[in-house]
């Protein structure tokens, strides 16, 4: 039906329509993730195969509001909730996850770390049993929504879930694979964050695989707080709507999305960024396709760089003695703050647009980079904040 664009039709065209013959110079763009991106595909390497969901659909979490109830099957739970029926409850809270009445019409996850994520390098292995001895559907959290809101990069984020993932394995034994939810922050890079969900699953069944699995994880996914900004608060509409896209297209099985309203936590910021959700699953249906980004050439080379990247990542932290002795030896805090520094200079620079941030902007430069990070410490840092 369709005749095929070759690579020399389209650049012919392109340099017609650019007035250079030097039209990749025009259209390449850096990015931070160190991944090469073309200006356009016409085939790909190795098609992947699909990569599932754990759920059917993506559950859509949103934050227990008691006047909000109906229609809603998934919550967020900082705080014991009675008379909760048929829901899936993911616990964000150590206490509650301890001491939560398990009930059979309800479903549990929980998200409680059981890492210290600084100097120590220590593994909660009581708690960790305690979780485990729970009947949740997934006992124990993989959280790496921390480093990409301290500035991680993709590869490192999927690089770190990985050498979590074998720390509790190697705590607990291998069974515990299919007891693991994972935790991601979203952020607004659309393709690559797709590709970055892809590209974890990819990784955890070849990771499984070494101890002779195939499972697939269970991947939570939330809206980032790394590029929100306290001022002109609707802008983070746009950017929250972006992340949850994206985790939806590239395949989470929950999402949720913290309040846009940074200055003002209030119910109708809640409810309407969990709205959001609603949005883009009734009226969009992203939710429910699986694998939805399977066949992009783009997507799939984005995908592939991403995993084999990570792996290698991983594979190098594991020789120097793996997550924990490199947060002891603050290996990974420097790696984040390096990454961090240079994510925040791109914004300084203008080279990440932050729109009313660094991009028709209301306020001028307010902090530096030393005033906002700590190379031995992982901790959240928004890039706004620079000039809040």
């Excluded at 797709?194 to 269970?218: C, D, S, V």
């Excluded at 080279?351 to 209301?362: A, D, E, F, H, R």
């Amino acid at each position: 039906m369709f005749g095929k664009t070759s690579l020399q039709d389209w650049e012919k065209l392109v340099q017609q329509q650019l007035r250079t013959e030097d039209i990749y110079s025009v259209l390449s763009k850096e990015n931070l993730e160190g991944i090469s991106v073309k200006p356009y595909y016409d085939s790909v390497k190795q098609p992947l195969p699909t990569l599932p969901r754990i759920e059917e659909s993506t559950q859509l979490v949103a934050p227990y509001l008691p006047e909000s109830e109906e229609g809603i099957f998934a919550y967020l739970l900082d705080e014991n909730v009675e008379n909760l029926t048929d829901k899936s409850l993911f616990i964000n809270n150590k206490d509650l996850a301890e001491h939560v009445a398990v009930q059979d019409e309800n479903l549990y996850f929980s998200l409680v770390n059981i890492f210290s994520e600084d100097e120590t390098g220590e593994l909660n292995e009581q708690l960790g049993k305690e979780l485990l001895a729970k009947s949740f559907e997934r006992n124990i959290c993989v959280d790496v929504s921390l480093h990409q809101n301290a500035g991680a990069s993709m590869v490192q984020q999927l690089a770190f879930a990985l050498g979590k993932a074998k720390e509790v394995a190697e705590t607990f034994g291998p069974e515990v694979f299919s007891k693991l939810i994972f935790r991601f922050a979203i952020g607004t890079d659309y393709f690559l964050e797709i590709g970055k969900i892809r590209a974890f699953k990819l990784l955890f069944r070849q990771l499984t695989a070494e101890y002779g699995l195939n499972e697939w994880p269970y991947i939570f996914a939330e809206t980032t707080q790394r590029n929100k900004a306290v001022h002109d608060p609707e802008n983070n509409l746009i950017r929250s709507t972006i992340e949850l896209s994206a985790a939806m297209i590239g395949g989470a099985d929950a999402v949720f999305s913290h309040p846009y309203d940074l200055s003002a936590n209030n119910v109708s910021s809640q409810e309407i960024s969990f709205k959001q959700q609603i949005v883009l699953a009734y009226e969009s249906i992203i939710n429910v396709f699986d694998d939805a980004g399977n066949g992009s050439y783009y997507i799939e080379e984005v995908t592939r760089q991403l995993a084999e990247n990570a792996w290698q990542l991983f594979l190098q932290m594991e020789e120097e003695g793996g997550y924990l002795q490199l947060l002891k030896t603050f290996k990974i805090q420097h790696m984040v703050y390096e990454q961090s520094v240079r994510a925040q200079q791109w914004v300084e620079e203008g080279k990440t647009k932050l729109i009313g941030v660094n991009l028709y902007p209301q306020l001028k430069k307010t902090r530096n980079v030393e005033d906002l990070y700590d190379r031995n410490l992982i901790k959240p840092v928004r890039l706004s904040e620079m000039f809040e």
